[in-house]
């Protein structure tokens, strides 16, 4: 039986500049920027008109808790995000959310969050020293960052079968939500000397399962840390995704996924593609062909291309929902969102790529790429093909070619500021986002699963938040509306 | 409350948190067919001027 497909993604973003080039540096800058300069800005004019509004209804250009775990700034966004530095890498995890349409959401605030702190930043620091960000995956110099999905599962679901299921998948989605990548970068990628790639991510994975994340990359990631009630619960960390600036894209990446998860749930895995017979080499080999015509020996003795594995997948998944609707993943209407986006997204990869370069990032990217070469008759290695590909994914509005193409938006810009601000009505995360707005003093640290309030005397206490579906607006917003101060929440929550 | 009222509590509950903006904006869709010329015309505005150190300076330390 599938449970609720609670899902949210966390992004790693490459950042340039800062003092000294230092990385950590500028990312701890970046954290600290959003977290403590923001506030004191709020007649910075973003946006002209609309001015932003948060819970309490005041006009505010960042919202946090400054919740200090270590040296390197650590914080919990009003929105239920984590904002933190992780390695060298400004790392924004969104809060957890109910749908894929919602995630989206979650993923773009992320961007706009970033793209605040960055101007906070670099307002603080010296005009040389002016840092920038970027949505992507890797520097092409073989340095890989990572986009990690997140999806809850039952724990009766056994893992093997979770892995058979959904490797053909994480070995072909690439082909409709991979991010494009101009040239190659590992020792691997470079024995095929490639022009262009349809991910970025595809060419530093080496295993099929594993627990790393950094060396050895597995197409499927076994950390078991839920962040939930580990009796019911999995939590399956994808780290095989490319950041993709087109939300489409994001929104397909999701929904496809969260709803073959729901298939396996129900049905089992006897329906799913059979694995191809070597998934790494599929994940690369598909990842080189942008004609989409590389096919791989199977389990079953065929031959599939990723087309036909997406094809295949998509037509369970549409099945499924004919049978069993779709309600663990998304409203019907939602669902059907997700499944005609794939449907058109597949289609017109392979029949039309032109009618998709709207939504395919590989594909958007691409058509300037060689266009640009044209124009300027410009060789294979030209490193102004390179600017093109790092620019696609460049935060600074004045840099993005991403905002340039054409990609088109699923989520209006009011709704993005206000998820900068506010957190999901249909998760946990609305409780942590609600008492991070709310009783910021007395909060000292905040996770995933749990918040702990400290309120001068006594010991701190921790509230528990063990259910990701608990703690929604829906159950918890009357209580936070009547507790005034975070000690009347805790003593209400203690009847 | 009956399993009855439970589920339709549910699924109000889902309908009420029904994204608004179920529809892709089809007019940002249309202007992709607008020139590829133009498109290029402004990419050769805000490409890096030099492409080749803004490239080579692009260093990321690993990540994940």
Same mark, same amino acid.
């Given at each position: 039986?599938?449970?609720?497909?609670?899902?949210?993604?966390?992004?790693?973003?490459?950042?340039?500049?800062?003092?000294?080039?230092?990385?950590?540096?500028?990312?701890?800058?970046?954290?600290?920027?959003?977290?403590?300069?923001?506030?004191?800005?709020?007649?910075?004019?973003?946006?002209?008109?609309?001015?932003?509004?948060?819970?309490?209804?005041?006009?505010?250009?960042?919202?946090?808790?400054?919740?200090?775990?270590?040296?390197?700034?650590?914080?919990?966004?009003?929105?239920?995000?984590?904002?933190?530095?992780?390695?060298?890498?400004?790392?924004?995890?969104?809060?957890?959310?109910?749908?894929?349409?919602?995630?989206?959401?979650?993923?773009?605030?992320?961007?706009?969050?970033?793209?605040?702190?960055?101007?906070?930043?670099?307002?603080?620091?010296?005009?040389?020293?002016?840092?920038?960000?970027?949505?992507?995956?890797?520097?092409?110099?073989?340095?890989?960052?990572?986009?990690?999905?997140?999806?809850?599962?039952?724990?009766?679901?056994?893992?093997?079968?979770?892995?058979?299921?959904?490797?053909?998948?994480?070995?072909?989605?690439?082909?409709?939500?991979?991010?494009?990548?101009?040239?190659?970068?590992?020792?691997?990628?470079?024995?095929?000397?490639?022009?262009?790639?349809?991910?970025?991510?595809?060419?530093?994975?080496?295993?099929?399962?594993?627990?790393?994340?950094?060396?050895?990359?597995?197409?499927?990631?076994?950390?078991?840390?839920?962040?939930?009630?580990?009796?019911?619960?999995?939590?399956?960390?994808?780290?095989?995704?490319?950041?993709?600036?087109?939300?489409?894209?994001?929104?397909?990446?999701?929904?496809?996924?969260?709803?073959?998860?729901?298939?396996?749930?129900?049905?089992?895995?006897?329906?799913?593609?059979?694995?191809?017979?070597?998934?790494?080499?599929?994940?690369?080999?598909?990842?080189?062909?942008?004609?989409?015509?590389?096919?791989?020996?199977?389990?079953?003795?065929?031959?599939?291309?990723?087309?036909?594995?997406?094809?295949?997948?998509?037509?369970?998944?549409?099945?499924?929902?004919?049978?069993?609707?779709?309600?663990?993943?998304?409203?019907?209407?939602?669902?059907?969102?997700?499944?005609?986006?794939?449907?058109?997204?597949?289609?017109?990869?392979?029949?039309?790529?032109?009618?998709?370069?709207?939504?395919?990032?590989?594909?958007?990217?691409?058509?300037?790429?060689?266009?640009?070469?044209?124009?300027?008759?410009?060789?294979?290695?030209?490193?102004?093909?390179?600017?093109?590909?790092?620019?696609?994914?460049?935060?600074?509005?004045?840099?993005?070619?991403?905002?340039?193409?054409?990609?088109?938006?699923?989520?209006?810009?009011?709704?993005?500021?206000?998820?900068?601000?506010?957190?999901?009505?249909?998760?946990?995360?609305?409780?942590?986002?609600?008492?991070?707005?709310?009783?910021?003093?007395?909060?000292?640290?905040?996770?995933?699963?749990?918040?702990?309030?400290?309120?001068?005397?006594?010991?701190?206490?921790?509230?528990?938040?063990?259910?990701?579906?608990?703690?929604?607006?829906?159950?918890?917003?009357?209580?936070?509306?009547?507790?005034?101060?975070?000690?009347?929440?805790?003593?209400?929550?203690?009847? | 409350?009956?399993?009855?009222?439970?589920?339709? $509590?549910?699924?109000?509950?889902?309908?009420?948190?029904?994204?608004? =903006? #179920?529809?892709?904006?089809?007019?940002?869709?249309?202007?992709? $067919?607008?020139?590829?010329?133009?498109?290029?015309?402004?990419?050769? =505005? #805000?490409?890096?001027?030099?492409?080749?150190?803004?490239?080579?300076?692009?260093?990321?330390?690993?990540?994940?």
């Amino acid at each position: 039986m599938s449970v609720a497909k609670v899902l949210g993604i966390e992004t790693e973003y490459g950042i340039a500049g800062g003092p000294d080039g230092d990385q950590i540096v500028a990312s701890s800058i970046i954290v600290n920027a959003y977290a403590q300069e923001g506030r004191t800005r709020i007649n910075w004019d973003f946006e002209g008109e609309t001015p932003d509004m948060d819970a309490r209804g005041l006009p505010d250009l960042t919202s946090f808790a400054p919740i200090v775990e270590t040296h390197l700034a650590n914080t919990v966004l009003t929105n239920g995000a984590r904002l933190y530095v992780d390695h060298a890498h400004p790392e924004y995890s969104s809060p957890e959310c109910r749908t894929p349409l919602e995630a989206t959401l979650y993923d773009a605030a992320g961007e706009e969050v970033m793209r605040r702190a960055l101007m906070v930043a670099n307002e603080m620091i010296e005009t040389h020293q002016a840092i920038s960000l970027y949505k992507n995956n890797s520097d092409g110099k073989g340095n890989s960052y990572g986009t990690h999905e997140n999806y809850l599962v039952s724990r009766d679901v056994e893992f093997n079968h979770v892995v058979r299921a959904m490797v053909p998948h994480f070995v072909s989605r690439q082909i409709i939500v991979g991010a494009g990548k101009v040239g190659a970068e590992t020792e691997a990628g470079l024995e095929s000397d490639p022009f262009f790639q349809l991910s970025s991510r595809a060419e530093f994975f080496e295993e099929v399962v594993g627990l790393e994340t950094t060396l050895k990359r597995p197409i499927i990631n076994t950390r078991d840390e839920p962040h939930a009630d580990a009796e019911r619960f999995r939590r399956l960390h994808v780290i095989i995704g490319d950041a993709n600036m087109s939300q489409v894209a994001t929104f397909v990446k999701l929904g496809s996924t969260a709803l073959l998860l729901a298939v396996l749930e129900d049905s089992g895995v006897g329906a799913f593609p059979a694995m191809p017979l070597h998934p790494v080499g599929a994940v690369r080999g598909f990842a080189l062909d942008p004609t989409l015509k590389c096919a791989v020996l199977c389990e079953d003795n065929r031959e599939r291309t990723a087309w036909d594995f997406q094809d295949e997948l998509w037509r369970l998944a549409h099945d499924h929902v004919e049978q069993h609707g779709g309600d663990a993943v998304a409203t019907p209407k939602e669902i059907q969102l997700v499944l005609t986006q794939w449907r058109e997204m597949l289609d017109g990869v392979r029949d039309d790529p032109e009618s998709v370069a709207d939504r395919i990032d590989w594909v958007a990217k691409l058509r300037v790429i060689r266009g640009f070469q044209e124009r300027h008759a410009l060789s294979q290695g030209d490193a102004r093909l390179q600017a093109i590909d790092l620019q696609y994914h460049d935060l600074r509005p004045e840099r993005s070619l991403a905002q340039r193409v054409g990609l088109r938006a699923m989520h209006g810009d009011d709704a993005v500021r206000e998820a900068v601000h506010n957190p999901p009505d249909s998760t946990r995360a609305y409780f942590r986002g609600q008492c991070v707005a709310r009783y910021p003093s007395e909060i000292v640290a905040a996770n995933w699963d749990s918040v702990v309030f400290d309120l001068g005397e006594g010991p701190l206490q921790r509230v528990p938040m063990l259910d990701p579906l608990r703690g929604t607006r829906l159950l918890t917003e009357e209580l936070l509306e009547t507790s005034a101060t975070a000690q009347a929440l805790l003593q209400a929550l203690d009847r | 409350m009956t399993e009855q009222e439970r589920i339709q $509590k549910q699924r109000t509950e889902r309908a009420s948190q029904a994204a608004p =903006e #179920v529809t892709v904006d089809a007019t940002k869709g249309d202007q992709l $067919k607008a020139d590829l010329d133009d498109l290029l015309d402004e990419i050769d =505005e #805000v490409l890096e001027e030099n492409a080749e150190e803004f490239v080579r300076n692009y260093v990321q330390k690993g990540g994940e």
